[in-house]
């Protein structure tokens, strides 16, 4: 009989980010080895329950004082917590595997500490303290800076996520980027800490053949449009390089609060740039191997980053980068090698960037010694024995 595991994510496709990518893509490869469960949000537009290679439930999800909004949050945390619980009494799980800090983590915390004999693994993929209280959309902050000067709401969101790692068995994070901030700014002791980077997606883009722009200089990002992405300093960047380069666009893949995307093409607007930039909204993944395909460079602007997916798979098409020098891209990318990094929040370091990353060819072998830690089976070698290590203790 196979080990049985509960995934917890709250954010699942048809939501975008990190976790909406790799959940599902490792609950597949893992069920061939374990019974697999995944918990998410309900979403209007898919089914509450489905059964592939995997089991997926969605639970109850309350939206109704806005998304962001502390009470509704809470109602969310509560609603997937007593759901998580009642799906756990189910399938019993010997392994719970949080893929957030925040609203997965508690839930899967609620389960264990509800129950007998569970483990709990807590994946860091982002900060809950920088991501909700440590950067405005115009500038960026560090989690150093704000341990060295905390406001009073950053040290009640440092309290309730230092508590979530000390009560998790486990601590899943992607880089030595994060791994050193968990030993050096929350005390986690290194035994605690796994490193398993995120897999490229499961199409090949590999096999993505460029496709010229015929003197068009075409620069393409890819990520969930949030401040702390950057979009408002690429923008910027843009119009710095629309003096230079008369033929130049800027397509923006990705979808956020209409609100901040509004203020984004009224920026564009301000720059008079409106006709350079194109906001393609939420494209499938399957389909975003042909928009790779048709960029020059590809351009990462975030003011905090803690792994960088969408980089990854523009390596993969051996797309030049111009990205920020922060967290886990400055792994990825190297300087002269298959892109440029730029000062965070400088639309002028990152205009520079990209004029280096035009008509630059990265480095194959860079490129693939850096691929070969994101191959899926790596991924899954890794997960799978760190999971049979704590199921055996």
């Known amino acids: 009989m196979k080990e049985k595991i509960l995934f917890i994510s709250s954010n699942y496709p048809p939501r975008i980010g990190g976790p909406a990518t790799t959940v599902p893509q490792v609950a597949k490869a893992l069920s061939k080895d374990f019974d697999v469960s995944v918990i998410a949000f309900r979403e209007k537009s898919v089914p509450n329950y489905e059964k592939t290679e995997f089991e997926l439930f969605r639970s ?8 962001s909004n502390p009470l509704s949050v809470a109602i969310r945390t509560l609603q997937i917590s007593l759901y998580a619980r009642w799906i756990l009494g189910k399938r019993n799980a010997r392994i719970i595997h949080a893929h957030d800090t925040h609203i997965s983590a508690i839930s899967a915390l609620f389960c264990k500490y509800t129950s007998f004999g569970k483990k709990v693994f807590v994946k860091y993929a982002g900060d809950l303290v920088l991501e909700y209280s440590g950067l405005s959309e115009s500038e960026g902050t560090s989690i150093e800076a704000i341990f060295s000067n905390p406001t009073f709401k950053q040290k009640i969101l440092l309290g309730i996520q230092k508590k979530i790692f000390n009560m998790a068995d ?4 992607q880089n030595e980027y994060q791994a050193n901030i968990l030993k050096k700014q929350y005390n986690i002791p290194e035994n605690k800490i796994i490193i398993i980077p995120n897999p490229i997606n499961e199409w090949d883009f590999s096999n ?9 200089l075409r620069i393409l ?4 449009i949030v401040p702390w992405k950057g979009h408002e300093i690429a923008i910027k960047a843009v119009a710095i390089l629309s003096k230079k380069e008369r033929n130049i666009q800027f397509n923006i893949i990705g979808t956020g609060d209409a609100k ?6 009224g920026l564009c607007l301000k720059l008079g740039i409106e ?8 494209i499938g993944h399957e389909n975003l191997p042909s928009y790779y395909a048709r960029a020059d460079i590809f351009v ?12 990854i798979e523009a390596m993969a098409c051996n797309l030049p980068i111009a990205a920020s020098s922060v967290g886990g891209l400055k792994e990825l990318v190297i300087s002269g090698k298959n892109g440029f990094l730029a000062k965070p929040s400088s639309p002028t370091e990152l205009a520079s960037a990209i004029l280096k ?3 630059f060819e990265p480095d194959a072998k860079t490129n693939k010694k850096i691929l070969n830690e994101f191959k899926l089976e790596t991924i899954i070698k890794l997960m799978k024995q760190n999971y049979l290590k704590v199921i055996k203790k």
């Open 60 to 67: 109850p999800s309350f939206y109704g004082f806005g998304f």
């Open 170 to 173: 486990k601590l899943h994070v």
């Open 208 to 216: 993505v053949k460029r496709i010229k722009g015929e003197g068009k």
């Open 221 to 224: 990002s890819v990520s969930r």
């Open 260 to 265: 901040y995307v509004a203020k984004l093409k």
């Open 275 to 282: 006709k350079n930039v194109a906001f393609l909204g939420k």
């Open 300 to 311: 990462q602007p975030s003011l905090y980053e803690p792994f960088g997916i969408t980089v």
């Open 357 to 359: 990353a035009k008509n």
